[in-house]
C-alpha cells in the first residue's frame, strides 16, 4: 500500500497542476498578509478563499486525476492486491499531496506572517476540507461510469457545497423566519463541511457579530470546547463517510 | 506623638485659626466630631475603626493618616455628611451592609455644597460615594473597587441623585452595578475616570443636563455605557473599549438631544453606539475600530450629524431597522470603501453605502447570521453594491473620504 501511495505522490509532486496550485495559494496569500498586515482583515480574506477555492479545486482535480490514472489502478488490480488497498493508497496520495499544497501555500506565509492561533485553526479547516474534497472525489469518481460524466459531477458537487446549499439553507431561514429553527439550523449545517468550517473559523474572528442575540445560540454551542469538538468530529465523519462509501462500491464495481 | 499633635496645632491655629485634632481607633469618632468646631481638621491615625453610621453636622476636613480603614462589618453604612463644606480624604472604607430599604453608602454627601471626597479607597461597598441634593461637590482620585454578584443585589460606584455642579474626576471604578450613575444631575464634569467590570453599565445617566464628560475610559462593563433622556451633553475624548456580550454596547443613546459626541475612540464593542430616538447630536472626529456592529441607528433619529470619523475593521459599518433616513453622513472615512476620487479632492466621487445587504437581512432575520461570510452573502453584497435594491439607499456618504483622519 505504502509503496502505491508513494508512486501517487511522485506522480502528482510532478504534475504541474498542483504545483501551480501551491504557487497560486503562496502568491495569494503573501499579498494579502503583507498588504493588510497580518490582521483580522487578512485572514478574513484567506478565510474566503480557502473556502471557495480548496474545494473547487479539490474536487475537480482529484476526480480528473483518478479518471486519469484508471488505467494505472486496473493495471495494479490485475496483480494480487485487494481493491480497497488500491483505493485507499491513491486516496492517501491524493489528500496528502493536496493538504501540503496548502500547508505550504497558506500555511508557511500564515506562520511566518500572523502566527497565532486562528492562523493555526485556519490552516486545519484547510487540511481538513482538502481530505474532505479529495474522499468526495473518489466517491464521485467511482460511482460514474466516464470522465465526462465524473467532471460534470464534480463540478455540480463542489458548487453544491460552496454556494447552493447556502442558498437552500437562505430560503429555508426565510420560510421558517417565525419559528424558533436556530438549533435545527445548526444541525443543518453539520451536513455541509465548508460551513462548518467557516463558522469554526468565524468564532475566532468575528466573535463581536456572532455574540450579538441571534448569535447567543453560536456562543452556547459552537463557542463551547463541546461545540467546537464536535465541529471537529462532524468535519472527520466528512472524510471518513464518502471514503467508506466509495470502498464499498470499488469493491463491486465493475471495471 | 504629643509633640507632634502640639506642633500641627500650632501651624495650623496660626493659619487658619483652626485646630487640628488627631484621634484614634480606640475612642469613638462620632463623639471626636461632635466636640469639634466648625473648620477644625481631624487626623485620623492609622488602624481599624469598628465604627459606623457616624454623621459629620458640621464643616470639618476629615484626613486619614495612612489610609485608616473604616469597617462597616457588612452590616451598617459609615460616614453621612450633613454639613457643607466638609473635607474627606486619605481614608479607607469597606465592608458597608446591604439593605433593600437604605441604600448602604461608604460616604454619603446629604444636601450639602462645597464638600469634597478625595483620594480615598473603598472596599465592597455597595454604594461608595452617594451624592444626594448636593451641589458643588467634588469626587476626585478614589479608588472604588467591590464585587458584586447580580444587578438586584449592589449598588453604584458613584451614585449621584438630583444634584449640580458636580466635578467627578480621576476616579477608578470596578466591580459595581453601574461605575457613575447620575439621575437628575445638571451642570456637572466627570473626567479622566476608568470604569471598568461593572455588571451593568460603566456610566449611566438619566435626565441630567448639560454635563461634560471628558478622557474616561469605560471598558469591559456588562452592557457598556447607556445615556437617557438628557440634552446637552458634551462627551469628548472618551474611550468605549471591549464591552463585548449579547446586549452590550459602546454606547447606548436613549432620547438624547442637542448634544455632541466628538473625538471618542469605540473599540471591540459589539455595537459602538447604539441610538434610539435620538436627535439633534453632533458626532465627529470619532475613531470605530474592530466593533461588531460601528453604529446602530435606529428609524427613530433625526437630524443627527455623522461627520469626519474613522470606520475601520469593523463587521458591519452601520446597521439601521427601516428605509426612514433623517440622518446625515458626511466627510467620514470608511475602509470598505472601493470608489475613486479622479477629481483628488480628498473626497470619493462615488456615495458609500455604509449599511451592507447582510446587516439589513440580519436585522430582518437574526438566523441568517450563520451565513455570515459564505459565499452567497459575498456574491448577494456584490451584487447589492451594483444595484441597490435591498440596503436603503438614501443612507449613504456622499463625501466618504478616500484617506483616514489623523484623529
Not at chain 1, 503583507?34 to 474545494?55: D, Q, R
Not at chain 2, 481607633?25 to 488602624?47: E, K
Not at chain 2, 483620594?119 to 454604594?127: E, G, H, M, S
Amino acid at each position: 500500500m505504502l509503496t502505491i501511495t508513494r508512486y501517487v505522490l511522485i506522480d502528482l509532486l510532478r504534475n504541474r497542476s498542483v504545483a501551480v496550485y501551491t504557487l497560486v495559494l503562496a502568491l495569494l496569500s503573501v499579498s494579502l498578509l503583507s498588504l493588510e498586515g497580518g490582521s483580522g482583515k487578512a485572514l478574513l480574506s484567506l478565510l474566503n478563499i480557502t473556502l471557495l477555492f480548496v474545494p473547487v479545486i479539490t474536487t475537480l482535480f482529484a476526480t480528473i486525476y483518478f479518471f486519469n490514472s484508471l488505467e494505472f489502478i486496473e493495471l495494479l488490480l490485475s496483480q494480487p492486491v485487494k481493491r480497497t488497498r488500491v483505493l485507499l493508497a491513491v486516496y492517501t496520495g491524493m489528500a496528502f499531496s493536496l493538504s501540503v499544497a496548502f500547508v505550504a501555500g497558506v500555511g508557511l506565509p500564515l506562520l511566518l506572517l500572523a502566527p497565532a492561533l486562528p492562523s493555526l485553526i485556519l490552516i486545519f479547516t484547510g487540511v481538513v476540507l482538502s481530505c474532505i474534497f479529495s474522499a468526495i472525489a473518489l466517491l464521485v469518481f467511482v460511482l460514474t461510469k466516464d470522465k465526462t460524466r465524473g467532471i460534470g459531477a464534480a463540478i455540480v458537487v463542489a458548487l453544491f457545497f460552496t454556494l447552493l446549499f447556502d442558498g437552500l439553507l437562505m430560503m429555508l431561514i426565510y420560510a421558517f423566519s417565525d419559528y424558533p429553527v436556530d438549533k435545527a439550523l445548526i444541525a443543518l449545517m453539520t451536513f455541509n463541511p465548508v460551513d462548518l468550517a467557516r463558522v469554526l473559523m468565524l468564532l475566532q474572528l468575528d466573535a463581536a457579530v456572532l455574540m450579538g442575540y441571534s448569535g447567543a445560540l453560536f456562543k452556547k454551542f459552537l463557542g463551547t470546547p463541546a461545540g467546537s469538538i464536535y465541529a471537529a468530529a462532524s468535519l472527520v465523519c466528512w472524510v471518513l463517510i464518502p471514503l467508506l462509501l466509495g470502498v464499498k462500491v470499488f469493491r463491486k464495481k465493475d471495471l | 506623638m504629643l509633640i507632634r499633635t502640639i506642633a500641627c496645632c500650632l501651624l495650623f491655629t496660626t493659619a487658619a485659626s483652626a485646630t487640628v485634632i488627631r484621634t484614634g481607633p480606640s475612642a469613638p469618632l462620632q463623639d471626636v466630631l461632635d466636640r469639634a468646631q466648625p473648620g477644625d481638621t481631624i487626623i485620623l491615625a492609622p488602624g481599624l475603626y469598628r465604627q459606623h453610621d457616624i454623621v459629620i453636622r458640621k464643616s470639618l476636613t476629615l484626613i486619614g493618616d495612612n489610609y485608616p480603614v473604616l469597617d462597616g462589618e457588612n452590616k451598617y453604612q459609615l460616614l453621612t455628611v450633613t454639613a457643607n463644606g466638609t473635607v474627606i480624604a486619605g481614608i479607607t472604607l469597606q465592608h458597608t451592609g446591604r439593605s433593600s430599604l437604605t441604600d448602604m453608602a461608604g460616604i454619603r454627601l446629604q444636601q450639602v455644597s462645597q464638600a469634597q471626597v478625595r483620594n480615598c479607597r473603598f472596599i465592597n461597598t455597595t454604594y461608595a460615594v452617594y451624592l444626594q441634593n448636593s451641589t458643588h461637590c467634588t469626587v476626585s482620585g478614589n479608588q472604588i473597587s467591590a464585587a458584586a454578584g447580580d444587578e438586584l443585589q449592589s449598588g453604584n460606584g458613584i451614585h449621584a441623585w438630583k444634584c449640580s455642579h458636580l466635578q467627578i474626576r480621576d476616579n477608578t471604578i470596578s466591580g459595581h452595578r453601574d461605575g457613575i450613575y447620575f439621575e437628575f444631575v445638571t451642570a456637572s464634569g466627570v473626567h479622566h475616570n476608568l470604569s471598568s467590570n461593572n455588571i451593568r453599565y460603566g456610566l449611566h445617566f438619566m435626565f441630567s443636563h448639560n454635563d461634560v464628560y471628558s478622557h474616561n475610559t469605560f471598558r469591559a462593563n456588562g452592557a457598556g455605557v447607556a445615556v437617557m433622556y438628557t440634552r446637552g451633553v458634551v462627551m469628548y475624548k472618551n474611550n468605549f473599549y471591549h464591552n463585548w456580550g449579547d446586549a452590550a454596547y459602546g454606547m447606548l443613546l436613549k432620547d438624547i438631544t442637542d448634544s455632541r459626541i466628538i473625538l471618542n475612540r469605540f473599540h471591540k464593542n459589539t455595537i459602538g453606539i447604539f441610538m434610539d430616538g435620538t436627535s439633534r447630536i453632533d458626532i465627529a472626529g470619532n475613531e470605530f475600530q474592530a466593533n461588531g456592529w460601528a453604529m446602530r441607528v435606529q428609524a427613530n433619529c433625526d437630524n443627527n450629524k455623522i461627520r469626519m470619523n474613522n470606520f475601520l475593521g469593523n463587521s458591519f459599518d452601520v446597521a439601521t431597522n427601516g428605509t426612514l433616513m433623517l440622518n446625515s453622513y458626511t466627510f467620514n472615512y470608511w475602509d470598505k470603501y472601493d470608489g475613486y476620487d479622479l477629481d483628488r479632492d480628498g473626497n470619493g466621487d462615488v456615495p458609500y453605502h455604509p449599511v451592507s445587504v447582510y446587516a439589513v437581512l440580519s436585522e430582518r432575520i437574526p438566523a441568517t447570521m450563520l451565513l455570515y461570510r459564505s459565499f452567497l452573502t459575498n456574491i448577494m453584497d456584490q451584487a447589492e453594491k451594483m444595484v441597490p435594491a435591498i440596503i436603503p439607499d438614501q443612507l449613504r456618504d456622499n463625501m466618504p473620504r478616500t484617506r483616514k483622519w489623523n484623529l
